[in-house]
């Protein structure tokens, strides 16, 4: 029975430990969860961070002169197979029909076996010189019988009778016998093939000895004193053009840059391409510069029409996204994306949004930039 208080007691002792333990314990809680709330009352006490700086260009209204440019291939004015027009074989080749030759106009070529055609040429005359015998034989006797008639002081009955129709005969006989010898000339002096304009020899397709046919490719070749272009536009840079555009002028550059010279806009406008739907206009280069070859990849730039209310923005000032950023009279952020009259080598011009200006522009937005978002703006100057 003594046993039995000495377990009760001891029972009431362990009580008592586990709650003192579990009291420090909670203390404890109390103590952390009181540092940590202090500390989020600091974090939250903090200063805001300073807004971002931006560099801004300080943009207005601008009068700008069109400014549309696009590539096209240069070509020669003239590019022709030259053909045999008679057939026969090949006497002589001459060094201007080598390939890679720069020939004038009328330079020789190629030469062909003339005896056949100058034995075409001598029956051609011959032919001529009995029709025109004929010919004044039928005049004779016309003159005879109307002599005849004139003693007898008679009226001829008849045009036979004064033999008037072998006189017509004659003539288109003498006619016909001309035709005939100049056909004939013309096929001997085919046999000299000669240059019908100035160029280059680009390939030689025919051989000394060679037997040619009448139509057969001898060269091919290029002209080099008139080139062409055919350029393609949209039909919004066409609007930009001062119309009409006939006569005016363009630029040419290389694709380094370098200026080659002028060319003379032809004709263009009138209809649409089928594939491209674009509008053509065609030019022309006379008397180009040394610089200026065939087959080469140009740029054309066409000077359009005066253009107000505009903006001249750097070519970086225009995001990924398409959106030009600026910022405000309260310092914040907006965006609006631009209607694009054209480009330039290093700006676009734009028509001008809505407001009196002039507008900050941002020089180079980023991706994190947010509508609204407050910024300090730097502003610079920008030469357009």
Known sequence: MADKPTQVRASKTWRWVWFFVSLTFLATVLVILSEAENTADVSRTEPPRAAPVVTVHEIGFKEVNATISAYA?????????????????????????LAGARVQKGARLFSIEKTQFQTTVASAEL????????????QNSMAVALR????????PPTDLAI????????????ASAKAQLQAAQRE????????????FVTKRSASLGQTVNAGETLVHLSDDRQFELMVELSQADWEL????????????????????GQARIRQGGGFLDKATRQVRVFLEVRNPSEAMLAGDFLKVVFHGRSISNTLAIPEAALSRAGYVWMVDRKNQLRRFRPDILFRTENAIS????????PWNIVKTPLASFLP??????QRVRVEL
């Open 148 to 155: 005849q008639f004139e003693r007898d002081g008679t009226k």
């Open 372 to 377: 609204g978002q407050r910024v300090t703006p």
């Open 350 to 357: 734009v028509f001008a949004p809505q407001g009196s200006g």
């Open 241 to 260: 053009l001062d119309h009409p555009i006939a006569g005016k002028t363009a630029e040419v550059f290389h694709r380094d840059g370098r200026l080659l």
């Open 73 to 97: 291939e240069l070509r020669p004015h003239w590019d022709a197979d030259i053909r045999s027009a008679v057939s026969g074989r090949i006497l002589e080749v001459y060094d201007e029909a």
């Open 163 to 174: 033999h008037l129709p072998q006189v017509r005969i004659a003539e288109r006989t003498v």
């Open 188 to 199: 001997l002096e085919n046999t000299e093939i000669t240059a019908p304009f100035s160029g």
């Open 127 to 138: 032919s001529l010189e009995d029709a025109r015998l004929a010919l004044l034989r039928a």
